[in-house]
């Protein structure tokens, strides 16, 4: 009796597992079919991300068109890189991932185009230099020519910056040589120091100084004219994310892009 039993529950166990097994490997194929859906899915939709490297005089445009395509392509994230043009289309040619630039001068994106990086870049607004003063202008500046008083300390963008070469054009078509105290890196770093008081005077963006929102005082002078810069924008060759960076190009260029553009005080090219 013993025997039978044990024989009986022998040979029950080899079935039962063989059973399970069978019942595993057919639940094992929805599972797998599962993960691969999953990761399709993933792959086609979720976050998505479009790197913007732009000039940083337009990082208060551009982060308020930023947010507008988000909101009109939810899941997707612009990611901006703000800084010297110069920088930046260096930068690019050294290979940092960036799918737009957008740049304060032509000469800046020649870098990138030149490098077979971009092509047919869009001039989509212009931009000229005043004179920023703190707001109570302690050196009393009222021209371009207060500029070469020793004893006024004068701001200027590096000659390689966008803004620097403006300067200088802007100086040498008034006949005037500035020495200044500083040479920064990028115009909001220029007009930081206008800000914090700790230079009398700058030569910045129209826009810089708007944007200022009353920290600063602009004045205009005609020599501003010779120097206008041009600003391009352009979808990069190898940009990760493609379709979206052309779409960010489009949003710059619409009639909306060219709305927060002109309210900001850039002016149409």
């Known amino acids: 009796m013993v025997f039978r039993r044990l024989s009986r529950w022998a040979i029950a166990v080899p079935v039962a597992l063989t059973l399970a097994g069978l019942a595993g490997c057919g639940s ?14 993933s792959a086609g939709g979720g976050a ?4 913007v490297f732009a000039a940083a005089s337009l990082t208060g445009t ?17 990611k901006f890189n703000f800084g010297s043009s110069a920088t930046l289309a260096q930068q690019i040619t050294q290979g940092a991932p960036a799918d737009v630039f957008a740049a304060a001068s032509p000469a800046t994106m020649k870098t990138v185009t030149d490098a077979s990086l971009a092509s ?11 004179i920023a003063v703190p707001a109570d202008n302690p050196a009393k500046v009222d021209d371009l020519k207060d500029l070469t008083d020793p004893k006024v300390k004068v701001a200027l963008c590096a000659e390689q910056v966008p803004c620097g070469a403006a300067a200088i054009k802007a100086l040498d078509a008034a006949g005037l040589k500035v020495k200044p105290v500083t040479l920064e890196q990028d115009v909001k770093a220029t007009l930081t120091k206008v800000e914090l008081g700790e230079v009398d005077a700058a030569l910045v963006y129209t826009t810089d100084v708007i944007a200022s929102a ?5 004045i205009t002078f ?48």
Not at 62 to 78: I, N, Q, R
């Open 214 to 218: 009353g920290k600063v005082k602009g």
């Open 222 to 269: 005609p020599e501003a004219d010779k120097a206008i810069n041009d600003y391009p924008i352009v979808t990069l060759t190898k940009a990760p994310a493609g379709d979206l960076a052309k779409q960010f190009v489009d949003l710059v260029l619409s009639p909306q892009g060219k709305d927060v553009l002109t309210k900001a005080g850039f002016e149409a090219p």
């Open 48 to 51: 998505k991300e479009v790197t």
């Open 62 to 78: 551009f982060t308020e068109l930023g947010k507008t395509f988000e909101a009109a392509h939810p899941g997707t994230t612009v």
């Open 120 to 130: 047919a870049p869009t001039t989509f607004v212009r931009n000229k230099l005043q």
């Open 28 to 41: 094992g194929e929805p599972a797998t079919s599962g993960t691969s859906a999953s990761a399709s899915a």
